[in-house]
């Protein structure tokens, strides 16, 4: 008989996401994946300036809002028919490229990794190195004095576990100086986005920021130290774990997921938002075959909400059509996510989608390296991989910039028009898409990653890619899932911002006074 396990919410994610799975004979059966916050940023942005969307939709993701504001920019400029000058097109993509390494960065050492580590494994350490004698001092202080919040909560690593003591020290030190390097990297974003989160250097047309030597020297210092980190330290790692000690979760091929992969491509190379020639690639690829990979053909995308707490009759249309019209209750939903589909099927997005459909060499190298089938593994080596190539990729952006060249080629405010703007966030396919009539936004639509990722059942009663990824995953001990939030995390969802605290044994909320 099936046993039922309710993950609410999942922790070490960015937002609210509960996961329902039933356990039989040791493996999932079946799942469910439930985003738990309704977002009205779409209806909030209705009768407003159209411009008003660079600055608002932003507030959508504190993670990653230089993606949401890439995608609602190049969305304005289509509407308003802009043309952005080469300075305009190469900050954008430095910018943007700033929250995609400390995106990456994070997600591995502070989110995910700890899912593989068993932490206590720092206790037995016996070496004499001073930097790690330093990491198991503290461990031990922290677990003496009942104070493990940096590392926790977690569930129990029993399975597929790292407790090598010098791979697990090492391990958590290079988790605190990632701590630093994705300072730099929020640092360089701030250089010419003037801060962050939310920056505002972005308008229709190109950006605001004023191009200096010593901002292109000081964006350069930090993108060095970076480069360094990821090429000797991140990668490394990735490539450590993933062929050695996790190598039996990827030869397992835990989650797997749906086979189709989705990229709208990434950091344009010639016109703005021209979606076909970008340093990242964009297409699709379908049924696992990864050697083949299809145009983008935007047309092609669609959003069910049969299982969705929106009205049945929004359902299956484009997002230039779509409408943001909330049902709670609905009968048989179980999300506020609604389900996208590209030419009728669900798509991974991310990471590993962008690295399949791109082909890069080096990449592709690794997936003969360590086995073509997709896996929670292959998407944190995806991230890494991609993490080292765009890093790599904004030195020599940075060498084309031109201090005496404009930076901005503004539009007035068009009577009617429609835009669409398709980029990547850290996390996967980001778009956004405006009417606007009579000078003001008529109508609003987002199409975050985690909505292709997280997404519920289509019409057709087809489950998104986290709950076919989580479908025949091990769950040996019900009481201990680890399995099921290592597939969830491998996607790195995001979803809103929120901590939830309960107590551990009366399941209260916990509540705190500070003073």
């Known amino acids: 008989m099936a046993q039922k396990i309710v993950i609410d919410p999942i922790n070490r994610i960015e937002g609210h996401l509960a996961i329902e799975v039933e356990v039989e004979g040791g493996k999932v059966v079946d799942a469910q994946a439930s985003g738990t916050l309704w977002r009205g940023i779409e209806v909030i942005l209705q009768g407003r300036d159209p411009r008003d969307a660079l600055v608002i939709t932003q507030r ?6 230089a993606e949401h504001a890439m995608a609602s920019v190049q969305n304005i400029d289509s509407a308003f028919g802009a043309e952005v000058p080469d300075n305009g097109r190469i900050i954008r993509n430095l910018v943007a490229g700033c929250n995609f390494v400390a995106s ?6 502070h989110l995910a990794a700890l899912d593989y ?49 010098e791979i697990v020290t ?60 990821i090429n000797n330290v991140y990668v490394k790692d990735v490539l450590l774990f993933g062929a050695g000690p996790l190598k039996p979760i990827h030869d397992a091929k835990i989650g797997f997921g749906c086979g189709n992969f989705l990229s709208y ?17 964009s297409g ?33 249309k484009h997002p230039s059509e779509g409408e943001t019209s909330p049902a709670p209750g609905k009968e048989g939903a179980y999300s506020w996510l609604k389900a996208p589909r590209y030419d009728g099927k669900p798509m991974e997005v991310g990471p590993l989608s962008r690295m399949l459909v791109t082909q890069d060499k080096g990449f592709m190298d690794i997936v003969t390296q360590i086995g073509a089938w997709p896996s929670a593994v292959a998407r944190h080596a995806a991230r890494a991989y991609e993490c080292k190539m765009v890093a790599e990729g904004m030195l020599n952006w940075l060498s084309e910039l031109k201090p005496d060249q404009p930076v901005c080629s503004e539009k007035p405010v068009p009577n009617t028009g429609k835009g669409m703007g398709l980029v990547e966030a850290a996390r996967g396919a980001l778009a956004h898409f405006v009417e606007i009539e009579n000078g003001k936004t008529k109508r609003y639509q987002c199409v975050v990653p985690t909505t292709w990722n997280c997404s519920p059942k289509d019409d057709q009663g087809i489950r998104g890619p986290v709950e ?13 899932p680890i399995n099921v939030v290592r597939i969830v995390r491998s996607f790195d969802p995001c979803i809103a911002c929120a901590v939830h605290l309960i107590h551990p044994d009366t399941n209260e909320i916990m509540k705190f006074r500070v003073i």
């Open 60 to 65: 959508i993701c504190g993670v990653c809002p």
């Open 104 to 109: 990456h960065i994070l997600h591995f050492y």
């Open 117 to 165: 580590l068993d932490i206590m494994a720092v206790a037995n350490y016996k070496g004499n190195n001073s930097e790690l004698l330093k990491v198991k001092e503290k461990v031990v202080t922290l677990v003496r004095s009942g104070d493990t919040s940096p590392l926790t909560p977690r569930y129990n690593p029993d399975q597929f576990c790292v407790n090598d003591p």
């Open 170 to 229: 090492t391990a958590v030190y290079h988790y605190i100086q990632a701590l630093d390097m994705r300072k730099k990297a929020q640092e360089m974003l701030a250089i010419f986005g003037g801060k962050m989160p939310h920056h505002a250097t972005f308008v229709q047309g190109g950006v605001t920021v004023r191009l200096t030597p010593d901002k292109i020297a000081a964006f350069r210092s930090r993108l060095l130290e970076l480069i360094d980190f």
């Open 265 to 281: 491509g990434n950091f344009d190379l010639g016109k703005s938002g021209d979606y076909k020639n970008r340093f990242l690639k």
């Open 284 to 316: 699709a690829i379908f049924n696992g075959e990864i050697s083949t990979v299809n145009p983008l053909d935007p047309n092609k995308i669609a959003e069910h909400v049969k299982y969705s707490w929106y009205q049945d009759d929004t359902t299956g």
């Open 468 to 480: 076919q990824a989580l479908i025949g995953a091990p769950v040996p001990d019900i009481k201990n």
